[in-house]
């Protein structure tokens, strides 16, 4: 449907210039005179003019504003709940049975991966193990000797430090079996393998495979990326001037690609700092499942604001131009060749919250409040006029 207000403001857009030209014919030099040049932010209408574009006048009101502030985001995860899997000392893949999008619970086997590193490791583990019984019972049976004058005390120094070696080495071993997959307790001389199994960190879906049989993989290449959905988080982008609107606690309503079905969240951290681009980022978790909302999604999101006192105008009375927002103020009456003319001001301001045909405006520092007649009916038809301006000049 076509808004009336902007209907007004083209028919009279399209009046002006007609009724407020010169009249035809040739002027004498003696009723030339030279053209007022009024500065870029004022606006000149006579009396006439006034009472065709409907102008009223009245005051910047303070009033109780709640409303919705719109925003938009995007649906991101937490990394405790996003995994990259990578198998430290590489591998061939021997097999995976995996396709993106498959559902995976924490634990569950992803690849198997053969090396023959893997056979080397175990065999120094348990080689390394076995000495280490060794050198752990010589150190005791020469620790009792020491004690009874029996044994050196450079001798027994020799036997202790071959144990901690020992001990260290197999520890770091034992480190390493784990670092693959392999649990050193359950490790014997029967069970060497040349395969290891991969498993899955986390519970979630597959958001990316990037191996398949036969093929190598490195220590830092990526062989699958998983996603636990189940707690989501919005990562929403305010501007500067709406940055003491939000604040942990509030609910917001958001939705995601064209969809109607709104769906909930709860804000619960707000940023700390403004970034280069005047921005200021808040965070809310997702409340309950939602089965179409995914990780990387942007969303449109509506926080519903709490009541503050705030300086509202008309929403009729503030306009936009070339990406900015003004209004018009009374500035003094004024006769020119026997005729009556008002000049208008143009004031940028800042719109904030919109609620029951009102809208919050935030006004320039100095700005006279008691004193100011703001343009309250009409506001389009002197943007219009301002537009005009060299069309209607006489």
């Known amino acids: 449907m076509i808004n009336l207000k902007n209907i007004a403001a083209i028919l009279i857009s399209m009046l002006f210039p007609a009724l407020f030209s010169c009249s035809g014919g040739t002027k004498s030099t003696e009723e030339k005179k030279e053209t007022e040049v009024l500065p870029e932010n004022i606006v000149e209408l ?10 009223e006048t009245g005051q910047i009101e303070t009033r109780t504003m709640s409303g919705k502030l719109k925003v938009s985001g995007i649906v991101a995860v937490a990394p405790q709940n996003m995994a990259t899997v990578c198998m430290p000392m590489g591998g061939f893949v021997k097999s ?10 924490k634990g569950q086997t992803m690849a198997i991966l053969e090396n023959q590193e893997f056979v080397d490791i175990q065999q120094n583990f348990l080689e390394a193990k076995n000495k280490l019984e060794f050198a752990e019972a010589d150190f005791k049976r020469h620790s009792e000797l020491y004690k009874n004058d029996v044994y050196s005390a450079q001798n027994l120094q020799q036997v202790t430090s071959d144990y901690k070696n020992l001990k260290a080495q197999v520890r770091a071993l034992e480190q390493k079996l784990t670092l693959i997959g392999i649990n050193p307790a359950n490790l014997h001389e029967d069970d060497i393998s040349s395969s290891v199994a991969v498993v899955s960190p986390i519970s979630g879906f597959v958001k990316t495979v990037n191996i398949n049989i036969g093929k190598y993989v490195g220590p830092a290449d990526v062989m699958f990326e998983v996603v636990n959905s189940d707690k989501l988080f919005l990562e929403l982008t305010l501007f500067e001037k709406d940055a003491d609107k939000a604040f942990a606690g509030q609910k917001i309503g958001f939705f995601i690609n064209n969809e109607t ?12 700092s403004i970034s280069s681009d005047k921005t200021y980022q808040v965070y809310a978790s997702v409340q309950g499942t939602c089965k179409n909302v995914l990780p990387g999604m942007y969303v449109n999101a509506l926080i519903e604001t709490s009541g503050n006192q705030a300086t509202v105008l008309p929403s009729d009375a503030v306009v936009s131009f070339d990406d900015k927002d003004y209004i018009f103020v009374f500035d003094k009456n004024k006769m020119e060749s026997g005729k009556e003319f008002t000049e208008y001001r143009m004031v940028e301001v800042r719109k904030g ?22 343009v309250t009916k009409g506001a389009y038809s002197l943007l219009s006029a301002k537009k005009n301006a060299g069309e209607m000049a006489c």
């Not at 006579?46 to 102008?55: F, G, M, S, T, W």
């Open 261 to 272: 079905e709104k769906h909930d969240a709860v804000i619960y951290q707000t940023g700390k």
């Open 353 to 374: 919250l919109a609620d029951a045909g009102f809208v919050e405006v935030i006004l320039p520092e100095g700005f006279d409040l008691q004193a100011a007649k703001v």
């Open 96 to 105: 995976t049975t995996l396709m993106p999008g498959n559902v995976v619970q």
């Open 46 to 55: 006579r009396a006439d003019q006034i009472k065709l574009a409907k102008i």
